[in-house]
């Protein structure tokens, strides 16, 4: 059975994990923390990063690399788009999820408000989370709000990586106290929410709730 290395709380591993929800692959889950990692796990994943993913002898480190090797070794039900542009934006929206969102909602927001209480017994720097709610967040909201479809989709016309890579971390702003102002942004709102509900990520999201809920 193959091995998926790194904590769930990483939104580059929960994409991972929902990609091999939705493709029914069964797996092992080693939740490596990362810091001071081991010269072992190192050769899983130079960088010392999470995800890593083995397979018998083989080896991958980087979520995109990873949710790419498992569309083409088990490419049913299709998480990539066939259409060129919508397979191409769907990669795109996985980028600004690990991007752009990520740079606000990471360290800015969830790390304040989850990790450093929860797991580093250090108090919420307020001020940093406020700041970033209040002056980050909003551009990113309301560029995504020109973007979601009537659908439910972000491309194409059926759940992609595009989505996985957004709503992983919609999860962690979540988690962190924060949703999106429907009164705003009534796309975006509905959309989070409508792909928040999907099984592979309900199932993801309820398992995690108890570690990094309210
Ligand atoms: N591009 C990488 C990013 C992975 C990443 O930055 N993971 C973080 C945890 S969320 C990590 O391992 N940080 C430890 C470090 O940078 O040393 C991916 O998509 O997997």
Request: aromatic fraction near 12%; include cysteine.
């Amino acid at each position: 059975m193959p091995t998926l290395y790194g904590v769930s709380a990483s939104p580059f591993v929960r994409k991972v994990r929902i990609v091999l929800a939705e493709k029914g692959i069964a797996y092992e889950h080693d939740p490596v923390i990362p810091v001071n990692v081991s010269a072992e796990y190192k050769k899983i994943s130079p960088l010392g990063k999470i995800p890593a993913y083995k397979d018998g002898d083989r080896a991958l480190a980087d979520s995109s690399v990873i949710c790419a090797y498992l569309e083409r070794a088990h490419p049913q039900p299709a998480l990539y788009p066939s259409d060129p542009y919508e397979y191409a934006r769907a990669l795109w929206f996985e980028e600004y999820g690990d991007t752009a969102l990520l740079n606000v909602f990471g360290p800015k927001i969830f790390f304040q408000r989850v990790v450093q209480p929860r797991f580093f017994s250090q108090p919420c720097d307020e001020a940093i989370v406020q700041k970033a709610v209040a002056e980050d967040l909003p551009p990113l909201f309301d560029y995504l709000e020109g973007e979601v479809g009537e659908g439910g989709v972000i491309a194409g016309t059926r759940f992609s990586i595009g989505d996985i890579g957004l709503a992983t971390q919609f999860i962690n702003l979540r988690f962190a106290g924060f949703g999106v102002d429907a009164k705003r942004w009534p796309k975006l709102a509905r959309y989070v929410d409508h792909v928040r509900a999907r099984p592979s990520i309900k199932a993801i999201i309820d398992e995690e709730a108890p570690l990094l809920g309210a």
